[in-house]
Structures are given as C-alpha cells and as structure tokens.
C-alpha cells in the first residue's frame, strides 16, 4: 500500500488530487478558517465514489452517496483509484 502522502510527493500524481488530499491533511484550525468547498470523486473497482478524506494511515475513503459530507463507505489505497476529477 502506498501512502496518500507519498502521492502528495509524487510529481505524476493527479495535480487536482493531490491539491485535494493536500488540503484535506492540513491541521484541523487551518480547514476551520479556510475550509475547502472543492469536492473530489474518483474511481474505484470500476464505480464513481466521492472521496470524503484520508488518514494519517494513508488510505483514502471513499462514499456512493455523492451529498454526504461526513462519514465514509470504504477506506482504500489511494493506487486503486484513478479517474479523479472535481464532478462525479
């Protein structure tokens, strides 16, 4: 399993995703003054997910329900998921 930060260090990872992810890792009172409104959705197994967030384990996790905001249905190495973009 590759870690989502080893993704963030990888040049040929997608630009969009790994601003995303980026975003998504920094410290708790940043996301609270400048929260992130993007959305991310990606590709798994063949089916369209929105990623909601990643660990400090490094795996991402992912939603079917592309409202939800918190909460998650799968926690996934961030290499199985490809198709990335802002819209489902």
């Known amino acids: 399993m590759r870690h989502v930060d080893d993704f963030l260090d990888d040049p040929t990872s997608d630009p969009y995703a790994a ?3 980026e975003l998504f890792r920094r410290p708790a009172i940043d996301k609270m003054r400048a929260p ?23 795996d991402v996790w992912l939603t079917a329900d592309f409202a939800r905001e918190n ?6 190495d961030v290499d199985t ?4 973009s ?3």
């Open 19 to 21: 601003q995303w992810l």
């Open 36 to 58: 992130n409104k993007e959305k991310l959705f990606a590709t798994y197994e063949g089916r369209r997910y929105r990623v909601i967030g990643c660990s400090q384990l490094g």
């Open 71 to 76: 909460g998650y249905d799968k926690r996934v």
């Open 81 to 84: 998921l490809s198709e990335w």
């Open 86 to 88: 802002p819209t489902p």
